[in-house]
């Protein structure tokens, strides 16, 4: 006996649309990034994380949420991911003349698998060299479950790229299962507290307990630290008061694409 489910044969067929689509989103230049700030506690602009978006000609804007594990499951991701950093590299550059953008530092998300290719360290030394940026201002955001697979590996790619200059801050801190172990081997600059902390943190005791040991621990290594997701005065007046240093969310700015971005730093 078959059973037939019209409904499974459509998300099959939507998925091989959307890969096969994907494959061209590159040549057709229709990959975009998203800049959103990144601000201090004095509420200097300090940089910008960059964020990939799809804009597609029928479905409109695609979030990296729907696409991203499409294209790590193709390796389109690895095409996709050396744009993301050529893209990033360049606007360091172009930023490089004027005073108000000189000391800006960008944060590049980097995917597992992209990170795990036996000559990744060499594609960004390549990049950085080409693009003839300060390494200081490129950031890369890593996730936890990276950590999981090939440890020493990972520490050793980290190592070579710090060695060249390259920053490191570790994304959505506190969902994986980072060991403390490692924590300490990691040349990371910055541990960045992920938004489920950030979302109820002005009300739920356990969330600003957390937040507020995360942050202690972080300047206990000499680690810098950023808060994402954060939408309110509320949220940002009880970071502030577990001494939280660096702030990212839509209270300060939502992603934006670049000349959006220029025009916001003009008038702040
Ligand atoms: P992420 O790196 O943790 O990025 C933070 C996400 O939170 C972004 O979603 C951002 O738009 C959103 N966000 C920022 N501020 C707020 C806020 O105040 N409130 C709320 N509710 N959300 C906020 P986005 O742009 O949809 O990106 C989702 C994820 O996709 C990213 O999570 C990252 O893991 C991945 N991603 C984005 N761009 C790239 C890329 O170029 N390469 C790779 N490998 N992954 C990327
Ligand atoms: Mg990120
Ligand atoms: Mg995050």
Not at 70 to 89: H, M, R, S
Request: negative net charge; charged residues 20%; glycine residues 4%.
């Amino acid at each position: 006996m078959r059973f037939f489910d019209p409904e499974m044969q459509e998300t099959v067929n939507q998925r091989a649309d959307l890969e096969s689509e994907l494959r061209n989103a590159l040549e057709k230049q229709q990959l975009q990034l998203y800049y959103q700030i990144q601000v201090d506690s004095s509420h200097h602009t300090r940089g910008a994380e960059v964020l990939i978006r799809w804009i597609h000609p029928e479905r409109g804007m695609i979030s990296p949420v729907q696409f991203i594990p499409l294209a790590e499951e193709t390796g389109l991701i690895l095409p996709i991911g050396q744009w993301v950093l050529d893209t990033a590299c360049a606007r360091i550059k172009a930023w490089e003349k004027d005073t108000l953008t000189s000391n800006l530092t960008l944060a590049v998300n980097v995917s597992a698998k992209q990170f795990h290719q036996a000559d990744f360290v060499n594609q960004v030394h390549e990049t950085v060299q080409r693009h003839a940026i300060n390494p200081m201002l490129l950031k890369l955001e890593l996730t936890e479950s990276m950590l999981q697979s090939d440890i020493e590996d990972t520490i050793a790619s980290m190592h070579a790229l710090k060695k060249i200059g390259i920053q490191f801050s570790l994304d959505d801190f506190g969902t994986g299962y980072s060991s403390l172990q490692y924590l300490k081997r990691l040349p990371l600059d910055q541990l960045k507290i992920d938004q489920s902390f950030v979302r109820d943190i002005a009300t739920d005791s356990s969330d600003k307990a957390i937040v507020g040991t995360i942050i202690a621990m972080a300047h206990h290594l000499g680690v810098g630290v950023i808060a994402e997701g954060v939408e309110t005065k509320e949220q940002l007046h009880s970071l502030k008061s577990s001494c939280c240093t660096h702030y990212q969310g839509y209270l300060f700015g939502k992603p934006v694409p670049i000349d959006e971005f220029e025009a916001q730093l003009k008038q702040s």
